[in-house]
């Protein structure tokens, strides 16, 4: 199975940004999510933990990845939007982001997101979400998202 890794770099009350990372096959991306509160529904970001995603048809977004059993939320999909305004608990991708700057944005997250669908070809994968204390970043994300 296909093995996929979100590692959340930067936090803030606005939004969380990070990374998504595969090896086979290579994708490295920026993910846009809400904040941490509490994992409350279209509010807040998912907690840490192994997900499996598969494909389903979203009303709103079309063929899109979703993720599954995320514990008291439903309706988690990965689909394009640049601020965390453009999500309700989903995860965002980008082509471009930058942890150096304060600022909940990331570009090209078409892009990202043909990127993405294009070269996971409708496969299942398993998601891992962890957080990472970054150097880089101007707040931990360890301190707002459960471990």
């Known amino acids: ?35 941490w509160l509490d994992n409350k529904p279209q509010e807040s970001c998912i907690p840490t933990g192994i997900y499996g995603c598969e494909i389903v048809q979203s009303p709103r977004f079309g063929r899109v990845y979703g993720v599954k059993e995320v514990p008291g939320r439903s309706h988690i999909l990965f689909h394009a939007g640049n601020y965390p305004r453009d999500t309700r608990g989903c995860i965002l991708l980008g082509q471009t982001g930058d942890f150096l700057s304060p600022s909940m944005f990331i570009g ?35 301190s707002v998202s459960p471990r």
């Open 1 to 35: 199975m296909i093995k996929i890794q979100l590692i959340r770099k930067q936090a803030s009350n606005i939004g969380t940004k990070g990374r998504l990372i595969c090896k086979a096959p290579e994708l490295l991306l920026y993910t846009m999510e809400n904040p």
């Open 108 to 142: 090209n997250s078409q892009k990202a997101l043909k990127e993405f669908m294009d070269k996971l070809d409708g496969k299942p994968f398993e998601l891992e979400i962890t957080n990472e204390k970054d150097t880089d970043a101007t707040t931990s994300v360890s």
